[in-house]
């Protein structure tokens, strides 16, 4: 058979009538005494059904309000008692000075207290079963907190109160102080401290005894503290142990907050750090003489310029300062390369035949690069855009490196290198001789890919330049001597140049090179028809190879110097010219000596030489050819008979009667050239080599004059550039504002230079007198005249 198993519940039972007659006191005696029982750690002889049920009777039989003043009593005597006991006789003594023996001292008050708190805890919990039915009836009525809510208002009125407060809070304050200090505390000691007061709420609000009392005087010490540590750190530190100090300290109070602090308190803590250790000393600290930013550049200390990087990102001054500061360290340094580059030039300042005269001395020393053997000026560009060079690789280095490509930082570089590049204006002139110098044939030491990566490098200190308009005139005249003279490394070099010029500033402002490259391709097929030409007809005594370069192209306003050609060339001349005006009718033809060069056999009294001169040299030459040793001829005599301009005429003068090779004597001998000099033929002329080269100098800096020029040359294209843009911009909107011209006439130029809004005023007047424009009857905008 199945057996069934009843399952029997059991309840606590209302007591019977008789239970009643117990007394209360009796009943509260008995309760009270299991109750301190309870608080002297003998619960486990006590009987809780027995305890509960004396708790449900005082309830059940109005008593509540006994029963739960009772037990609060009880309970505060006990926290007294505790307090006395355990606490009081902790309190540390403030004789000492010993940093150990403070520490010592605040861990035993702090252990102390949490001996007490776990105590009283354990005590509560124990009571908070037997009077359940008291916190669910009496309590609820009542409008009275629950027992153990009570428990924790006791300790707090009993034990969080002063003299107790006081002593707990300087502990907690000394271990901090002492930990600052360098010393080791019981981190357990303090959080378990924290945690008992991060458990006790003022008025039962969210507000706990932790953020009213200790929190704020951890702040305020901290304070005190980082105020006087700032000061400290100033005086025996220097910027990079200044900056290692701090991140240390940053680190160590998170440390702190994370181990025994409130979460919450780290944020104010960390301002405090941040507003005493960094917002108030950061000029001071990067200015720092012989330690600050700028020697930290020169050392390539990367690691403290990052650590200064990120300490400084930390406030909202810090970016602000570090990018001022970034820039005033490139500026100076750019300002010393500006200084140095005038102050040699002020020293090195000499006329064409210095010039001319210095570079054929400086040939003699063997062995060193084209910047060394050339005038010193020419040097002088050369070191300026190399030192630019190597000043933006520097930067860029601690840029990537250090400051983690941050684009606020990038803005202050580029900012710093376009003030200082554009304050030297012979920066346009020096940028294009070194991109002039590194594509010349034979330039020693290089391969294509490191002229290449250099000439990338020169592109990034062109993008700074404003003035492009100016470089693209420099550069047109040396890339025209290095087509015409054959000295380009290359072909493909040249065009890429060309096209790295293109992705800067478009297609328009390389159109006219392009042009010149076209004009050299174009002659090449017209020089081998020519030639094939000659085949038929009676060939002129001098072979020639001519260039037909369009007037527009090439920069010829720098080279229209001519001459008076012996009948020689003039025959020669003539024949191409028939050739050349029997393929295309209606063109005319200049010819440009000053960019010609000639090879030459000249025989001497020892040996015959194949000599290379220029064609104003070999007209000169060619005047000597007839006349005896003795004979000479003067500066005057050889004006006339050539026409050739007083500075070309003195320029290759001086290359043939004063530089290495002295094919003509000068009457007196010097190295200058002068209208009372005479000349004659050099037939004693020795040299070991068959092959001569005598050239004048071919990229030098200009000279005063000369740049005095090229600036109103530069002026004059500028006041065409601007009139055309205004008409093209008027031509579009119809009617403008004075203000509203301006700036897009601004805009717009701004890739090719910078036009001066005076200069913009000016050049409307002129189209309202030419009647392209009229101005309003407000007097304050324009309309366009079609």
Known sequence: MASTRRTVKTKIKPPRKHESEVSLDETWSRLSENIREIHNQNASNLSFEENYRYAYNMVLYKNGAILYKGVCQLVAENIDRL?????????????????????????????????????????????????????????????????????????????????????????????????????????????????????????????????????????????TFYSAEGKRLLETCDAPEYLRRVEARLDSEQARTYHYLFSQTGGPLRKILERHLLTHNLSTVIGMPNSGLDVMVDLDKFDDLNRLYRLFLMVPSGMPTLRRSFKDSILRRGREINLASTSIEAGQDMDDGDLNDAENTKGKDK??????????????????????????????????????????????????????????????????????????????????????AVLDKTITVFRYITEKDAFERYYKNHLAKRLLLGRSVSDDAERGMLAKLKVECGYQFTQKLEGMFHDMKI???????????LEGVSAPEVEISVTVMTSTFWPMSHSSASCIFPEVLIRACKSFEHFYFSRHSGRRLAWQPSLGNVDVRVRFKARKHDVNVSTFALVILLLFENLTDDEFLTYEELKTATSIPDTELQRHLQSLACAKFKILKKHPPGRDVHSSDSFSFNNDFTCPMQKIKISTVSAKVETTKERRETRDRIEEERHHQIEACIVRIMKDRKHLTHNDLVNEVTRQLASRFQPNPQNIKKRIEGLIDREYLERCEDRKSYNYLA
């Not at 580029?414 to 590049?421: C, G, K, L, P, R």
């Not at 017209?526 to 094939?532: D, F, I, N, P, S």
Request: proline share 4%; with cysteine.
């Open 83 to 223: 307090a006395q006991s355990e606490i009081v006789p902790t309190f540390p003594s403030g004789s000492s000075k010993d940093p150990v023996q403070q520490s010592q001292e605040g861990e035993s008050l702090l252990k102390a207290l949490r001996r007490v708190w776990d105590d009283h805890t354990g005590n509560m919990s124990k009571l908070r079963d037997i009077l359940k039915y008291m916190d669910r009836v009496y309590t609820k009525a009542n409008d009275v907190p629950e027992i153990w809510d009570a428990g924790l208002d006791l300790f707090l009125k009993h034990i969080i109160r002063p003299p107790i407060q006081d002593h707990v809070t300087s502990a907690v304050l000394s271990l901090i102080q002492i930990e600052r200090d360098g010393y080791v505390i019981s981190r357990s000691v303090v959080k378990e401290c924290v945690d008992v007061l991060l458990q006790l709420s003022v008025d039962h609000d969210a507000k706990t005894v932790y953020k009213r009392d200790l929190e704020p005087a951890v702040l305020a010490a901290s304070e």
């Open 367 to 452: 062995g060193q690069g084209r910047a060394a053997t050339g005038p010193p000026t020419l040097a002088l560009a050369l070191k300026w855009v190399q030192t630019v060079l190597d000043l933006k690789d520097k930067f860029d280095c601690v840029w990537t490196r250090a400051f983690d490509n941050n684009r606020e930082v990038e803005s202050s570089l580029n900012e710093a290198f376009e003030d200082f590049i554009n304050l030297n204006e012979k920066a346009p002139e020096y940028i294009s001789l070194f991109i002039d110098e590194n594509l010349k044939k034979g330039l020693k030491g290089k391969t294509d890919m490191e002229v290449d």
């Open 523 to 533: 002659s090449a097929d017209t020089m081998q028809a020519y030639r094939k030409y």
